[in-house]
């Protein structure tokens, strides 16, 4: 949550109480709440990265960025800190973000995207998403398959960061800066000034085993959650009933992700870009289901076709790795009942069985097509 305060305000609580007039709350005088999705922090197995505000929340003097000459006033001579940023999405990239952060003046920032433009490009994934869990060699990091991408989603911030995208709420930002804040700026530390309030904390901390770990000692005293591991459910869906064993390279894997990649919570405009897969997937299981419904039997004995829909790919492959990892254990796609007989359990499928892989998914490259054979 997120709140504005002036000292305009603070003049009519004073009169207000004294006068005994108004029933309305001190914080409410002084308040104004803001609603939007937050950036949060993520762990890694060595790191962690993202948002975060400190645990009361984190306050700064309200400072609107409207051009780069903006920006070089607040780390050169702003003297009335720490600031919160008010930004729109030209200027949110690795390189004013880490600005912002270094030069010590920054306790906050407000992206809105309210009447402005919508930019060309841009990601805030690596250039070469997943470059740590793909295969060696499939991403040039001179000719990457994300070139709009500055890594900035994988920055330990150290601030807050909220996206806004109600009107209402940035023309009364807008009003406030223009009131308090926007003249003088030489002598801005000498009055009282329109600020922002933050308050995003997250716990999590260090990485992900040490989360994991506390985590698990907390829930042993307390309900408190530090973390929760990224991920979800995988969808399978075999086009035939498999009801015993399939042969060597008797299966075609048709496989299409479900997730996509956001810095704030509860807004991921990156879902946009699943779909194409998403739905190319659904429609072709559709087709071929009423296809074959007048025969039953598939022409090949031991073929099959299997339609997965994957979660959790934009982080380093945890779906598809998921899948694997209960392959290799005979798991997949469940795992064994002992108290049911065997013959009436799905049989688990085998690597082996795998004979081709066909992935739905955006094409960027026109020119560039990628096929997989086992």
Request: proline share 6%; hydrophobic share 35%.
């Amino acid at each position: 949550m997120a709140y504005i305060k002036t000292s305009k305000c603070l003049g009519i609580i004073i009169f207000s109480i004294f006068l005994s007039v108004s029933c309305e709350r001190t914080k409410d005088k002084m308040y104004k709440a803001v609603n939007g999705a937050f950036c949060y922090k993520r762990l890694n197995g060595t790191a962690e990265f993202g948002c975060t505000s400190s645990r009361s929340g984190d306050t700064g003097v309200v400072h609107i960025i409207r051009n780069e000459s903006d920006i070089n006033w607040l780390i050169d001579e702003a003297s009335a800190g720490p600031y919160i940023v008010v930004i729109t999405f030209k200027y949110f990239n690795r390189n004013s973000m880490l600005r912002f952060k270094n030069s010590g003046k920054v306790s906050g920032v407000v992206l809105t995207n309210v009447n402005e433009t919508t930019i060309a490009k841009y990601s805030p994934d690596d250039s070469c998403p997943n470059r740590n869990s793909g295969l060696d060699g499939q991403c040039d990091s001179n000719n990457p398959w994300n070139p709009a991408g500055d890594s900035l989603l994988f920055e330990n911030l150290g601030f807050p960061v909220i996206f806004v995208d109600s009107k209402e709420t940035l023309e009364f930002i807008e009003k406030c800066f223009e009131t308090h804040n926007s003249h003088d700026l030489d002598q801005q530390s000498t009055r009282s000034l329109c600020s922002i309030e933050i308050v995003s904390h997250n716990i999590a901390a260090v990485d992900t085993r040490t989360c994991m770990r506390r985590k698990m000692m907390a829930s042993n005293l307390m309900q408190l959650r530090y973390c929760d591991p990224l991920g979800d459910r995988n969808i399978f869906l075999p086009l035939f009933p498999r009801t015993k064993p399939e042969s060597n390279r008797s299966v075609i894997l048709v496989t299409a992700r479900l997730d996509g990649l956001s810095m704030f919570d509860g807004d991921v405009p990156g879902a946009k870009s699943p779909v194409t897969g998403i739905v190319s997937l659904i429609t072709t299981a559709y087709y071929l289901h009423n296809m074959t419904k007048s025969n039953p039997e598939p022409s090949a004995p031991d073929g099959n076709i299997i339609f997965l829909l994957i979660n959790g790919e934009s982080f380093d492959y945890i779906g598809s790795s998921r899948i694997i990892y209960e392959m290799q254990n005979n798991m997949f796609p469940y795992k064994p009942v002992p108290d049911i007989p065997e013959e009436k359990q799905s049989p688990p499928l085998q690597m082996d069985s795998i004979g081709l892989i066909v992935e739905l998914d955006e094409i960027v490259h026109p020119q560039l097509v990628l096929s997989y054979k086992c």
